[in-house]
């Protein structure tokens, strides 16, 4: 078990997506972890939980750590967890689920989420900017040729890094980030992001799909990626007063949002 499940203070929402699971390069044991020390109100599953492409594409890779991510996830929604699942472009096939309740969670092809301090925020995978921030042609399918390339090789790379004691290190995130295509890209699903949550007349959005996490505000709206399972290792979290977190599998704090002041905390509504 989890060293920190009995310590852990009860988050007020959990966002996490871009697990991948049933594929070679889903980090599941760590996300299991994740889980099994987890106690929330909500969890969201911000889509791409299960990689249903890669397992029509590819052999499944399955194993029993993937099997600890279904218990903790049944175990959660046993304790009285409310489950939301937003699919995603990996996942798409749950989309005609959307708006039921299943046994253990609601699907929904986007959900609103109202913070404690009174903020609303869109909670979408992120695939619907493809459109704007996709150019498509050869550079794009030799991109994505190159990124499942570079996940081999960080998959590699901490292994080894396992064997010799060290912690976890993203080989990807850096590459990426040494990228200036890579970073432009980011930039434009950023300000999608940022843009739709506007029309809306929401005060930001929370996304996944990109496998790059962010917490930050800009021109007055949150702009919260909670990343992934295969680089990044993080999840978004909010406290009973507000506040979003960026946290690392481990637990780490990495950005935070603060709450907005407020007299009195709303109680968690349904999701919408």
């Known amino acids: ?11 007020r929402a959990v966002f996490v997506s871009d697990v991948h699971l049933g594929s ?4 599941a044991a760590e996300f299991a972890d994740f889980l099994a020390g987890l106690h929330c109100r909500r969890l969201y599953l911000v889509g791409d ?46 989309r005609r689920f959307c708006g039921l309740m299943l046994p ?22 992120g695939d619907d900017y493809d ?5 498509g042609g050869l550079q794009e399918r030799f991109g994505d040729w190159l990124y499942y390339r570079i996940l081999t090789g960080n998959r590699i790379t ?4 396992r064997r010799l004691g060290l912690r976890y290190w993203s080989l990807a995130e850096y590459l990426k980030r040494q990228s200036d295509a890579a970073e432009r890209y980011i930039g434009r699903f950023v300000q999608a992001g940022l843009d739709d949550a506007q029309r809306r007349g929401l005060d930001g959005i929370v996304c996944g799909h990109i496998h790059r996490a962010a917490l930050f505000q800009r021109d007055g709206l949150i702009y919260a990626n909670d990343g992934d399972w295969v ?9 009973a007063d507000g506040s979003l977190q960026l946290l690392s599998h ?5 950005e935070v949002v603060p709450a907005r002041l407020r007299l009195v905390a709303p109680e968690l509504p349904r999701a919408a």
């Open 1 to 11: 078990m989890n060293p920190r499940t009995a310590t852990s203070p009860m988050k």
């Open 24 to 27: 070679k390069h889903c980090h």
């Open 49 to 94: 939980i299960v990689d249903l492409w890669w397992m029509s594409q590819r052999r499944a890779a399955w194993d029993a750590a993937h099997n600890r991510v279904i218990e903790n996830l049944h175990a959660l929604a046993r304790n009285g967890t409310e489950l939301i699942y937003v699919p995603g472009n990996h996942d798409r096939p749950i």
């Open 104 to 125: 253990a969670m609601q699907v929904r092809r986007r959900a609103i989420h109202a913070t404690a301090d009174g903020r609303r925020l869109l909670v979408t995978h």
């Open 131 to 135: 459109g704007i921030t996709h150019f």
């Open 158 to 161: 901490n292994r080894i890094r």
């Open 231 to 239: 680089e990044s290792l993080t999840a978004l979290c909010e406290e």
């Open 250 to 254: 481990t637990g780490q704090v990495l």
